[in-house]
């Protein structure tokens, strides 16, 4: 069974950029709905149950028909945010550093063009999801999900991901996504991605 995991760091600590009252509702109600139902799901095909979250999310195609919706939207949604609240931190560093930098730089140009074309997919995406930085086939390479889809799910490696669900901003920043993109990156946790990126390999 599953189990919600605890945020590494306290509700307010993202604040100002994102406020304490996000981060409860997100984690200990939207979050934990995922979990519950997850595991709910998977209480009707126990041998499912003792699979890790990367596993099930990769083997969609051949869950049960009974439960392989909810186990992909929930299951995702439970392996994104997973992933999402290690990749902020209270101590944004801004921008990665080394070879991460590196890497991107390569894949990119300057920093600043990734930036920008990241947030953009962001901005552009019609209702809910994620904005992704992707390690594809040994490339970085970014890509949009619909609702809690996952990159892992289409062979693809998560680097970097970015919850534009309303849930994720509506309390703080209304209708305004632009905004909440651009103050996330004061929060990047890039140590994080950097060892996501190391693990790719």
């Known amino acids: 069974m599953f189990n919600l995991p605890d945020l590494p760091y306290s509700y307010d600590a993202l604040a ?71 990749m902020m931190t209270p101590k944004g560093q801004g921008k990665p550093t080394g070879t991460t930098l590196d890497k991107i730089q390569h894949a990119f140009g300057e920093f600043e063009t990734f930036k920008d074309q990241f947030s953009q997919g962001a901005t552009k995406i019609f209702g809910s999801g994620w904005q992704w930085l992707v390690r594809d086939n040994g490339e970085l390479k970014l890509m949009s999900t619909p609702n809690q889809d996952s990159p892992l799910s289409q062979g693809k490696i998560p680097i970097l991901g970015l919850d534009v669900w309303e849930h994720a901003y509506y309390l703080q920043y209304y209708n305004k996504r632009a905004d909440y993109i651009a103050a996330w990156w004061n929060i990047v946790n890039w140590e994080y991605v950097s060892q996501l990126l190391t693990e790719a390999k």
Do not use: C
Request: hydrophobic share 30%; proline share 4%.
């Open 16 to 86: 100002p950029y994102v406020s304490a009252d996000i981060q409860h509702l997100h984690h200990s109600a939207h979050h934990a709905t995922y979990v519950k139902n997850l595991n709910a799901a998977l209480e009707k095909h126990p041998e499912w149950q003792d699979r890790t979250i990367e596993d099930i999310i990769t083997s969609l195609d051949k869950l049960p028909d009974d439960i392989k919706t909810t186990v992909r939207n929930n299951g995702g949604g439970h392996y994104n945010h997973s992933m999402f609240w290690k």
